[in-house]
């Protein structure tokens, strides 16, 4: 079958739509999808009915609000579509009111604080611009989670927020460029999601895969990725079924999965979709890791989502790749051709610089989780320094327009914005520096610090937000200027000179930026807590609020479940520690040192020349590593106990960061050379080079 006979046949997209519903009530759901009307119930109905005649007729039996909590990963509770009728048999029903909102027990989701003050229920109110589809015999009706006083308990809502306000600030900046057919802008996404493979027995074998998701102990492997050849390198066959399968399954569910290779480090692979405007693809993106996972298995493979499965192995991110785009489908951060359009464009390009520049902690903070806190500035991902990479040539002609310098001194002008037509600049030129956290490409920027298992609404929803206060400002300005092209002007090389502090195009992995950073006053926020200590600062507060992001309360919530989960995946990462380091690896230490000792005295009973045997010298580096290991152990024990004396959560994700990591990675460090001592048969789990080249056809 050919992958166009196939695409979204598991979606209630628009021409199953078209082709389902009386024309009345299709015009009006294209009303709500498009201007987001709501829907009156006979039409709600209509629509109901037909989503459920066309998924009973693709072997559907139930369906479910499929919503996003604060959990991060996608939750569904299933409700078949029976229903009772006479001589004891069943019809399939489905009503609008079912579809348009549901209830569900809250209780057992995050919701930081805001179910104490509010009842335990929860509603999910469908998102209509994201399309249904049909996943396992179930439809799936993309939704919205609230409480009952309206407050977000999930990723989605504040999402959708985020891109109205951004449409509404947009639209009053085209306006002022006179781009009357436009009606209205939407931000989009093209996420590129890194993973790993591990073969299924290994995993199996690895009980802080299993718990954690990440490897807590394991010495590097004789050959690491230091040769990078399997980057783009050939796919191993089993990989190959893997990836033409995952293809597939994300195609029949209208996913754009457009390109599949491998990554840097060994056993690491990458899927790119083709970007979609940016709720569409946060959905997607969460389907992508679900499916990842689900055929993954299928293949005996596990996928890995961890930022950093492996210590001294790239980890894994999400590229973000954003841009803002027309209803008539003009890219906003394309450059143009016109001194028209680009003025334009250096517009919304200096709104993204003044952005992230005052909210780099916000952008920080929407990529911290205790999993990427092991890959921000390790090495070979950006470092938790925000910065925007520009290339050279966009770097030049800013410059030329803040100082009123001559760009191209063969054609002797200043550059005049909206008089002037830009320089050209060679587009592959832009996408040279991949050391940068945020980078233009060309027509779009791609942020790159978030982690692979992270949602992207985080990320996007402070994009969006921050620079819909950037349009916000511009188009206060702009409104009310009785000069237009002068004010304009003026604000661009202002903005230039404000916030120029925030480009840099140079090597971000380097230490001396890390100093030059901290000269310009960049803020460098290592740890997740170090990060969300100021989440609930002034600015941000004002920031969220004043665009109806987040309410003040949203905010305290969110902070609360972001320090609880960080401290949760800290505790279980320590228990899973000791749990091996206790039951697995010092008892095998233990037993092969015995052997050695045995060895040794029998070699001591016929020579004694024994003082520098190899028995000798490796029974005295496994004592004493050994002895190291289990004083860590104690003292693991030990600070685990009183962690849940601390007062409160902010206290207890900072004790989590100064007490707990500092031991576990000192057990580690022991456990990691007792590893390279005892013999490969007495290591009670795989080991680095069979997880990491276990995979060999
Ligand atoms: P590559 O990085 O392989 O050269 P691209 O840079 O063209 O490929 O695309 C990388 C990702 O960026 C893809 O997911 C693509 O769909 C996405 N992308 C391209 N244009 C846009 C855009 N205007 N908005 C958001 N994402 C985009
Ligand atoms: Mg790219």
Request: with cysteine; aromatic share 8%.
């Amino acid at each position: 079958m050919m992958v166009s006979d196939y695409f979204g046949c598991m979606v209630f997209n628009d021409e199953v739509m078209k082709a389902k519903l009386e024309p009345e009530a299709y015009q009006s759901l294209q009303r709500t999808i498009q201007d987001g009307r709501s829907l009156n119930l006979s039409v709600a109905n209509a629509v109901a009915n037909a989503m459920k005649e066309w998924a009973v007729s693709l072997g559907a039996t139930h369906y479910t609000h499929w919503f996003q909590p604060m959990t991060g990963i996608t939750a569904e509770k299933h409700d078949s579509f029976i229903s009772p009728a006479k001589g004891g048999k069943v019809i399939m029903e489905f009503s609008g009111k079912e579809l348009i909102r549901g209830e569900t027990d809250a209780s057992s989701f995050p919701s930081g604080g805001l179910r104490a003050t509010f009842e335990a229920r929860g509603y999910t109110a469908w998102d209509a611009t994201s399309y249904a589809f049909i996943k396992d015999g179930v439809l799936c009706i993309p939704t919205a989670f609230c409480s009952y006083g309206g407050e977000a308990l999930d990723k989605k809502t504040p999402l959708l927020r985020s891109m109205e306000t951004i449409n509404r600030q947009t639209m009053r900046v085209l306006k002022l460029f006179g781009n009357e057919d436009v009606t209205s802008v939407k931000t989009t996404v093209g996420p590129e999601q890194e993973y790993f493979l591990v073969d299924k027995d290994c995993y199996k074998r690895r009980k802080d895969l299993m718990y954690t998701g990440r490897t807590l102990f394991g010495s590097k492997p004789p050959k690491g990725q230091e040769t990078e050849g399997h980057y783009y390198g050939v796919i191993k066959p089993r990989v190959q079924a893997f990836m033409k399968d995952l293809d597939v399954e994300l195609w029949k569910l209208g996913v754009l999965a457009k390109t599949e290779h491998n990554e840097a480090a060994p056993s690491q692979h990458e899927l790119a979709p083709i970007f979609a405007s940016t709720n569409i693809a946060a959905d997607h993106n969460q389907l992508t890791m679900e499916i990842m996972q689900k055929i993954a298995k299928k293949h005996d493979f596990v996928c890995l989502l961890h930022e950093k499965p492996f210590e001294g192995v790239n980890g894994s991110g999400k590229h973000n790749n954003w841009s803002l785009s027309t209803n008539t489908g003009v890219n906003l951060l394309e450059p143009g051709d016109t001194p028209q359009e680009n003025a334009q464009f250096l517009l919304f390009l200096c709104a993204v610089l003044k952005a992230v520049d005052e909210y780099q902690d916000l952008l920080r903070i929407s990529v911290a989780s205790a999993g990427n806190d092991h890959r921000l500035g390790a090495n070979e991902a950006p470092p938790a320094i925000v910065s925007i990479f520009l290339g050279e040539e966009l770097t030049d002609i800013l410059h030329a327009i803040e100082s009123d310098s001559q760009y191209d001194v063969k054609e002797k002008q200043l550059m005049r914005v909206g008089v002037h037509t830009l320089p050209k600049f060679p587009k592959d030129s832009t996408d040279r520096n991949r050391t940068s956290p945020f980078a233009f490409t060309g027509n779009k920027f791609e942020f790159r610090m978030l982690g692979s298992s992270a949602s992207v609404s985080e990320a996007n929803t402070v994009l969006n937000t921050a620079v819909a206060e950037s349009l916000r400002q511009f188009a206060d300005l702009l409104e009310n200027a009785e000069d237009f092209e002068k004010t304009l002007h003026q604000l661009i090389k202002d903005v230039i000179s404000k916030h120029k502090r925030i480009v840099f195009n140079g090597n971000g992995y380097d230490d001396a930026w890390i100093q030059e950073a901290e000269k310009r006053g960049l803020s460098n926020l290592k740890t997740t807590p170090d990060a969300l200590a100021h989440y609930l600062d002034e600015k941000n507060v004002a920031l969220f609020t004043s665009h109806k992001v987040y309410g003040e309360k949203e905010m305290q919530s969110r902070l609360e479940i972001f320090l609880d989960n960080y401290c949760q995946i800290i505790e279980i990462e320590a228990r899973t520690m000791l749990d091996m380091a206790s039951k697995d690896i010092l008892p095998a230490v233990s037993e092969y040192s015995g052997l050695l000792c045995n060895t040794l005295l029998a070699k001591k009973a016929v020579s004694k020349a024994v003082d520098k045997s190899y028995e000798q010298e490796m029974v005295e580096r496994i004592s004493t590593l050994t002895a190291l290991a289990y004083a860590d152990v104690k003292k693991l024990q030990f600070v685990l106990t009183s962690l849940h004396k601390e007062p409160n959560v902010t206290a207890r994700a900072n004790y989590c960061k100064d007490r707990i990591l500092p031991i576990m990675q000192s057990l580690r460090a022991s456990a990691d050379e007792l590893e390279t001592l005892v013999s490969a048969d007495s290591w009670p789990f795989p080991n680095y080079g069979e997880l990491l080249f276990g995979i060999i056809e």
